[in-house]
């Protein structure tokens, strides 16, 4: 009976997947994975990059029970790396010393019964394509992002060499070919970043890409691809819209903010979470000689140990090499960490070395910059600061993924609670002793929220809200009939959760494509974006404003229609004979008899 089972086994098509670290990354290409595995009868071997992987992450890979019995996940093996990067950096670096084990790993599989019919990876481990190809195994890119955001990756490399690399002579719009024009307010500084060209042309090498997406929601882009001069003529991969894959709800989950939706109202809860991953930004202000500082509100875990606070300065330096000295004020009465050590004592011991607590005056033309570092029985924020008698946080917003700055957090707050509406919040402290925000710790426990909102919230809105510093199991609550609108900062993997479930979305973008995003959805009719201020924040009268409309306005009305027919058509396209199940069950026929495209 073994024998027999191994024989069948052995006559499943092999497909072998690759992630970068990231619960964002993971997640779609593990989903695709099952799909392979489930409906189309593979076998998946589930290559996974386990260095400061997320505790998500393994949550979703190590001892899952709802991964099918083909899907087999293969962890690489841990590599040692700089922990001072930013983010993009540090998962280049970490997928660059992991693909050091990728030869032997394919040869491998490859040698075993039967052979590889493909290797699938995500953008950050495209250097495995030269791999691939000396064990003659076709590569496939996989791309977590939009459809147009593919179409600009691809015309990337033209769009640089036309302006010479400056892209401030980019008017007001890029006109890809075939497709709808890009407002270049959404792509800098964070999208047209020269670093990304060498991504762009290895592009056109891979065999096919897949994108998690379907024709309903993007036809114009997936109609360029197919029909446009230009990437006919390229000649761009083909191009395989597989979408929307989303990550299915946990069966089992049990949670108090499921139990909290359950006695609320149908349609009738605001979900407001910014995604668990990202990079800082500094609204155009950068570090260097010249340039102007305020200072910067940096809100640490309480009980953290004073290497930590040491760390965090750390960081920061390391991202603004101009940098000649630090000021660090610590606001709150205790001077003591986790471990005992004076946390100004270790702050010394940084390179360049922190002076003295000094006033937070804002300087101007000084290559300096002044961290306000909050501790354990700290004042709360929003309230008055007694060396300045100013709100803390409130000169220098710095937007973190996954998280907001103090002042655009207590403006929300506000906004929240005049609103009058119910809502559930995942609010994630401020950060800064990691550039990643909660990127490499989705799924860790954070700090108790009231300690960084406004006096007296939580009592105000007990029974109407709940806030939450750690964890939401997303699926589960934008599938809850309770839940009508999702403030999101417009990640594509949340954006296709959104409309998969049918919620309309208060657009909030914080870096990279998600501008580019959240001005599709305001244009599609799914989603309302508030209108910041001059100084980049938006205010608590623009998110009353806002969350009233989802809730209860004739606009929210007309969103939730619109959404509703996208999610049918999202339910179309992964149905027997829809768009995006039939593009892979025709590929997966190709891979079965041998020929691929």
Not at 413 to 420: P, T
Not at 481 to 494: L, Y
Request: charged share 20%; net charge negative; with cysteine.
């Amino acid at each position: 009976m073994v024998m027999a089972v191994d024989e069948e086994h052995t006559q499943k098509p092999h497909v072998a997947m690759l992630s970068s670290p990231g619960v964002g990354h993971v997640t779609p290409l593990l989903e695709l994975a099952k799909r392979l595995v489930v409906d189309l009868g593979f076998q998946v071997s589930f290559l996974a990059i386990t260095t400061d992987a997320p505790p998500a992450q393994l949550q979703l890979l190590n001892n899952n029970p709802t991964l099918p019995s083909d899907l087999h996940v293969i962890h690489l093996p841990h590599v040692d790396v700089s922990s001072n990067d930013v983010i993009a950096i540090r998962i280049v670096q970490i997928v660059r010393e992991s693909l050091r084990s990728l030869p032997s790993v394919l040869t491998n599989l490859h040698s075993h019964k039967p052979p590889l019919k493909a290797l699938i990876v995500d953008p950050f481990c495209i250097e495995a394509l030269e791999t691939a190809a000396d064990h003659s195994i076709p590569t496939y890119l996989f791309l977590t992002a939009s459809a147009s955001f593919l179409a600009l990756t691809i015309y990337f490399p033209t769009l640089h060499a036309d302006v010479k690399g400056d892209y401030g002579k980019i008017k007001e719009s890029v006109f890809l070919p075939g497709c709808m024009p890009l407002w270049v307010d959404d792509l800098l500084p964070d999208v047209l970043i020269p670093e990304v060209l060498p991504l762009c042309n290895r592009i056109p090498l891979v065999k096919g890409i897949f994108v998690n997406t379907w024709e309903e929601i993007e036809p114009v882009t997936l109609s360029a691809f197919r029909n446009h001069p230009f990437f006919v003529n390229l000649p761009t991969p083909t191009i395989h819209s597989i979408g929307p894959l989303t990550k299915d709800k946990d069966a089992d989950v049990e949670s108090e903010l499921l139990k909290w939706l359950d006695k609320q109202p149908c349609d009738s809860v605001v979900y407001v979470s910014f995604g668990s991953g990202g990079k800082v930004t500094r609204n155009a202000e950068r570090c260097g000689t010249g340039t102007r500082y305020g200072y910067v509100s940096i809100l640490l875990s309480v009980g953290l140990s004073s290497y930590g606070f040491k760390s965090t300065v750390e960081q920061v330096t390391n991202s603004c090499p101009d940098l000649r000295s630090i000021t660090v004020i610590i606001t709150g009465v205790e001077d003591r960490s986790r471990d005992g050590a004076s946390v100004s004592q270790a702050l010394r011991q940084t390179s360049p070395p922190c002076s003295e607590p000094q006033s937070r005056r804002r300087r101007q033309g000084a290559s300096s910059l002044c961290l306000a570092i909050r501790i354990a029985n700290a004042p709360r924020l929003g309230s008055s600061d007694p060396e300045r008698g100013s709100p803390v946080g409130a000169a220098f917003p710095v937007t973190l993924g996954g998280t907001l700055s103090a002042e655009q957090m207590m403006e929300l707050a506000h906004g929240l609670e005049l609103s009058g509406k119910r809502f559930l919040w995942v609010a994630r402290p401020p950060r800064a002793d990691d550039a990643s925000g909660s990127f490499f710790e989705a799924g860790v426990d954070g700090a108790l929220t009231a300690s960084y909102l406004p006096d007296g919230f939580s009592e105000r809105t007990r029974g109407a809200g709940l806030v939450t510093a750690t964890w939401a199991p997303q699926v589960a609550v934008l599938s809850h009939p309770s839940v009508c609108g999702f403030v999101t900062h417009c990640g594509w993997n949340s954006v296709m959760e959104s409309v998969v479930h049918g919620v309309v979305m208060v657009a909030w973008p914080l870096y990279a494509e998600q501008k580019m995003n959240a001005r599709a959805l305001v244009e599609m009719g799914v989603a309302v974006r508030p209108e910041a201020g001059g100084d980049g924040v938006v205010g608590r009268a623009e998110v009353e404003r806002v969350v009233r409309m989802v809730v209860e306005g004739e606009e929210g009305k007309e969103m939730r229609r619109s959404t509703r027919e996208m999610q049918r058509s999202a339910v179309d396209a992964l149905g027997g004979g829809g768009s995006s199940s039939g593009g892979l069950s025709r590929l997966g026929k190709e891979w079965r008899d041998g020929s691929t495209s």
